[in-house]
């Protein structure tokens, strides 16, 4: 947790172990014992913000039965943890040279997924709902309307909120919206 909401605040060169260590009350050794390095503890933050976000869309997946429901539903679940959305985002923003030593399963990992968390969940959904529906096309789909989705939970629950709903950009204008992509 303290590492993810350092990250987010500094980025990744402007945050140090032993901050994080302080933060956190424990020792250098033990984070250096259980990463190996600050760049497998940062990737440890987002690969866990990842595998949040695969839960939520397995949920959403699982209690959605219309594209403009799974839509509403997503933005919902995100907006409710929005906090977490926003320093997520931050933190995967200021990567700047974050690169896991030595992790190459793990690489190997991302470089497969090359998708969306949740990417898993939702393929299979759009494909039993659409089943004429061509893979590429469908990837494309997932990829387009997450993007979205996590795009307009980061903004609604950014502090500028508050500026972006005075030109009349409310939450329902957002899920109607969503219901129309």
């Known amino acids: 947790e303290q590492a993810r909401v350092l990250f987010s605040q500094f980025g990744y060169s402007g945050t140090s172990v032993r901050q994080i260590a302080e933060k956190s009350g424990v020792n250098i050794a033990a984070i ?3 990463f190996g ?12 913000a990842c595998g949040w976000m695969q839960q939520v869309a ?3 997946c699982e209690s959605s039965e219309t594209i403009e429901e799974f839509s509403v539903n997503l933005f919902r679940s995100l ?18 040279d974050a690169v896991p030593q030595g992790d190459l399963e793990y690489m ?4 497969e997924e090359m998708g969306p968390p949740g990417h898993e969940h939702m393929v299979p959904w759009i494909l039993k709902h659409y089943p004429n529906a061509q893979q590429k096309s469908v990837d494309w789909v997932v990829m387009c309307l997450f993007s979205s989705i996590f ?3 980061t903004m609604t629950s950014s502090s500028h909120y ?10 329902e204008d ?8």
């Open 151 to 153: 795009h307009f939970a």
């Open 162 to 171: 508050d500026e972006i709903k005075k030109k009349k950009l409310s939450i």
């Open 79 to 96: 907006t409710r943890e929005g906090h977490y959305v926003v320093s997520t985002m931050k933190t995967f923003l200021n990567s700047s």
């Open 37 to 48: 390095s600050k760049q497998n503890l940062y990737w440890s933050v987002i690969d866990e």
């Open 32 to 34: 250096n014992y259980h």
């Open 58 to 60: 397995k949920e959403v």
């Open 174 to 181: 957002i899920e109607s919206s969503l219901k129309t992509m």
């Open 108 to 111: 190997q990992r991302i470089q």
